[in-house]
């Protein structure tokens, strides 16, 4: 599993 | 989408809650203050990346709303406050939390630290709220329903987690821990909730 580049959940 | 939509009807539940009845009796400031810096620390990203409209907006509307529910409470019905009720310290949150975001994060940078401050620090933020609705003993239904809505918005991001981790291999360890935590905190209110609030009587607490 990749971890979040940036976070594009709110 | 669900999950972000139970959190907006929350949000305004509240605010409505509040405008209409002129009162904020029963809701804990201080979980509401926590929510305002949780947003305000979380969406500082809305400077630095564009994720889309939806995202932007969303971002604005919820750091706004914390803002003014905070001033209804603390300024505009401040006489109608239960500070007396709301006892919890919340220095025994933002503290450890500010502590343990330094030490266990993703990335040591300011912006990053600051995101898993707001991460953690939203899954104990209710804990004000729910401290005040044990020690009154009781909740008004629309306070009820309120909390229902509050609490349901991460436990749907939970399964929306599982389909990412499944579909996209996306997995981000610090938001679905905290995320877990902050809903097993709603467990007992939940229960309530539907053994008391759909049946149609308030919640209230053995003394």
Redesign the interface.
Known sequence: ????Q????? | LCG?MS?LLAIIILLMKIWKTRSCAGISGKSQALFALVFTT?YL?LFT?F?SLY?TI??VF?IVSSYFTVFLIYFKFKATYDSNHDTFRAEFLVVPVGGLSILVN?EFTPLEIL?TFSIYLESVAILPQLFMVSKTGEAESITSHYLFALGSYRAL?IFNWIYR?YFE?????I?VVSGCVQTILYCDFFYLYITKVLRGKKITLPA
């Open positions: 599993a990749k971890a979040a940036f976070h594009d959940e709110l | 972000d959190h979380r990203d990346s994720i995202n969303m971002k919820f993703s995101w991001y981790y291999g996306f997995f981000d360890l938001a």
